[in-house]
């Protein structure tokens, strides 16, 4: 089992930037890929950006590209989400999530991964 938690999220003015982290109970194997989502409620759950924890390797929903950056920190067992000049549409619950494996083409499907944080607002206004 692994816990993921949240943190960071807040209300910033547009434009403005957000550091959002999610630590892990643990690093293993079933923490291979670690991900961002966010989610509006009766909407669905969309994926922001991932890492491959293992290579380092990182992938983006192509509209957020050079607004949101991912990282890590393997030595705590956190993972980042840098988001940078905030549009009242990136408002929503942002939620980290890990599994085992994922592809570069595949990273974005929310079904993949076994574990979620309980999630952190991010509201931006206009």
């Known amino acids: 089992q692994v816990q993921l938690v949240e943190s960071g999220g807040g209300s910033v003015q547009t434009g403005g930037s957000l550091v959002l982290s999610c630590t892990a109970s643990?690093?293993?194997?079933?923490?291979?890929?670690m991900a961002w989502f966010r989610q509006n409620p009766g909407k669905e759950r969309e994926g922001v950006a991932v890492?491959?924890?293992?290579?380092?390797?990182?992938y983006y929903a192509d509209s957020l590209k050079g607004r949101f950056t991912i990282s890590q920190d393997k030595a705590n067992k956190k993972v980042f989400l840098q988001m940078n000049s905030l549009k009242p549409e990136d408002t929503a619950m942002y939620y980290c999530a890990a599994t085992t494996f994922c592809s570069s083409g595949g990273w974005q499907v929310s079904q993949l991964y076994n574990y979620w944080g309980q999630g952190t607002q991010v509201t931006v206004s206009s």
């Open positions: 890492i491959f924890t293992s290579a380092g390797s990182t």
């Open positions: 643990r690093y293993a194997s079933s923490t291979g890929c």
